[in-house]
């Protein structure tokens, strides 16, 4: 999640302008959602964007892929 602050602030934005967040976990099982929601937490006042487990990502060293999309003027 600090990389994706890191791209909306190199932009002028912030979390707040997030309007879609998806988050691909590799081996994704349902104990995990807990763990994974309290380190998202702190950057999401409104609930908890989806999680979507996958068996792999692009590259095989990659356990987490973060899809967001910010709308902000």
Same mark, same amino acid.
């Given at each position: 999640?600090? =990389? *994706?602050?890191?791209?909306? !602030?190199?932009?002028? %934005? !912030? &979390? +707040?302008?997030?309007?879609?967040?998806?988050? &691909?976990?590799? =081996? &994704?099982?349902?104990?995990?959602? !807990?763990?994974? /929601?309290? +380190?998202?937490?702190? $950057?999401? %006042?409104?609930?908890?964007?989806?999680?979507? /487990?996958?068996? +792999?990502? +692009?590259? %095989?060293?990659?356990? *987490?892929?973060?899809?967001?999309? %910010?709308? $902000?003027?």
């Amino acid at each position: 999640m600090r =990389n *994706v602050g890191l791209a909306l !602030s190199a932009v002028g %934005a !912030s &979390y +707040a302008d997030i309007v879609k967040i998806t988050t &691909y976990v590799v =081996n &994704y099982k349902p104990e995990h959602r !807990s763990i994974i /929601g309290k +380190a998202r937490a702190p $950057f999401f %006042a409104h609930g908890t964007p989806p999680l979507v /487990g996958v068996a +792999a990502l +692009a590259v %095989a060293e990659w356990l *987490v892929e973060i899809e967001a999309l %910010a709308v $902000f003027d």
